[in-house]
C-alpha cells in the first residue's frame, strides 16, 4: 500500500525519485475503497494444488480480494474431480460478461507443443483478446508467457534443448520497478519449462521491459510499461515440494529426468529441498496486488477498458 504524508513534505520528491509510492494526505481523503475482483484460469492438471499455490501468494495482502476461478472448455479434467470442476469453475461465456481487476493466466505442460497444434488454442486466443478491454493487468506464469509473447507480441517461444528444472539465482535489472519492490539485488526462483521467449526478442519489443534475469534460466519478469501485462516465467509460487513431485513422476513415467538444479539437499532426491524463494514470491504477488492491480484499475468496475489510473510512480 501507498504511505500517506502531508501534501508539501519535503521527503516525498526524494522518495519520488526512488520510484517508491507515496500520497498526499489530500489525495488519500477522498479515496475510495473496493474490494478487488481476479479471475485466474488455470490450465494446470492438477487444479487443486494450483489453487492453493495462487491463493495462498494472493492472500498476503491488506486488501479485499474475490477469486473466481475459470475452465479453459468443458473437457473433463484427467487430475480434477468433476465435482470440484461444476462446483467452482466457470466457463468463459460467463466470464466475459464481467470486468476484473486483475487476472493470472497460469502454466501448462504445453512447451514443446507448436501453438497451433494446442487443442485449446483459438479458445485461449479468444480469451487474451478479451483482456485488453476487460481486466486491468494480466499476469501470466510460465507457458502462459511463451502464449501470450506469441498472440499479443507476435513474439515465437524457442524450445531448449533440454528442460530447465531447478531452483536458479536472478538479478535485478530493474531494481527501482515497484513489481519487485523489497526484493534482495540477487534471489533465487524455480523454473520448470522445456521453452523460453528468447530474451533478445524481449529487450526488442516495444513496450516491454526486462526487470529481472538469470544467467542460467534466462529472462523471468517482464512487463508492459502500462502494467497492464506481466510476465513470469518461473514459479515463485510453487510449494517447496512441487519440484520434487515432478521429478519423481516423471521417474515413475520412465522419462530419466535430471536432478532439479540448486533443489536437492547436497543433490541427493532423498533429501529434503532447499527452500530458498519464498520470501520473494510472496513480495512478488503482493507488489502486483497493489501496484499493478489496485493502484491502476478505477473504482468503477465498468470503466475498467475505458479509463485507467495513473499513479505518481513509474511501474517498470
Known amino acids: 500500500m501507498p504511505i500517506k504524508i502531508p501534501d508539501s513534505l519535503p521527503a516525498a520528491g526524494v522518495l519520488q525519485e526512488e520510484n517508491i509510492f507515496c500520497m498526499a494526505s489530500s489525495a488519500a481523503e477522498i479515496q475510495d475503497i473496493r474490494e478487488l475482483r ?9 487444479k487443486i494444488e494450483t489453487e492453493i499455490h495462487l491463493l495462498r ?34 466457463d468463459f461465456a460467463t466470464v466475459k460478461k464481467r470486468k476484473y481487476d486483475g487476472m493470472i493466466i497460469t502454466g501448462a505442460p504445453l512447451g514443446q507443443v507448436p501453438f497451433n497444434e494446442v487443442l485449446f488454442w483459438d479458445q ?16 501470466f506464469l510460465c507457458w502462459a508467457v511463451q502464449a501470450a509473447m506469441y498472440h499479443l507480441y507476435q513474439i515465437q517461444k524457442q524450445v ?19 513489481i519487485v519492490r523489497g526484493f534482495d539485488d540477487q534471489f533465487n526462483a524455480p523454473h520448470s519449462r522445456y521453452a523460453e521467449v528468447p530474451t533478445a526478442d524481449i529487450l526488442a519489443t516495444p513496450g516491454i521491459d526486462l526487470i529481472a534475469d538469470s544467467d542460467i ?16 516465467t518461473g514459479h515463485s509460487e510453487y510449494e517447496p515440494l512441487s519440484l ?3 521429478y519423481f513422476r516423471d521417474l515413475e513415467s520412465g522419462a530419466e529426468p535430471e536432478i532439479p ?44 477498458g475505458k479509463i485507467r489510473n495513473l499513479p505518481n510512480i513509474k511501474l517498470v
Not at 486488501?63 to 466457470?90: A, C, G, W
Open 160 to 178: 531448449l534443448p533440454k528442460k530447465i528444472s531447478g531452483v536458479y539465482p536472478h538479478k535485478l535489472l530493474k531494481p527501482f520497478s515497484p
Open 124 to 139: 485461449l486466443t479468444e480469451i487474451l483478446d478479451w483482456t485488453e478491454t476487460n481486466v486491468t493487468s494480466t499476469m
Open 217 to 232: 534460466a534466462g529472462a523471468y519478469i517482464f512487463a508492459h510499461q502500462t502494467g497492464k501485462h506481466l510476465f513470469i
Open 57 to 90: 501468494m494472493l492472500s498476503n495482502t491488506p486488501l479485499q480480494v474475490q477469486i473466481d476461478l475459470m475452465r479453459i472448455n468443458d473437457k473433463p479434467s484427467k487430475n480434477t474431480p468433476i465435482e470440484h470442476m461444476e462446483d467452482f469453475y466457470q
Open 261 to 304: 538444479e540448486n533443489y536437492f539437499t547436497n543433490n541427493d532426491p532423498s533429501c529434503a529441498p532447499n527452500v530458498t524463494w519464498k520470501s520473494h514470491g510472496s513480495l512478488l504477488f503482493t507488489n502486483w496486488l497493489n501496484y499493478f492491480v489496485y493502484q491502476l484499475s478505477p473504482f468503477n468496475p465498468e470503466d475498467i
Open 244 to 246: 520434487a513431485n515432478e
Open 38 to 46: 481476479i479471475l485466474i484460469l488455470n490450465l494446470m492438471p492438477k
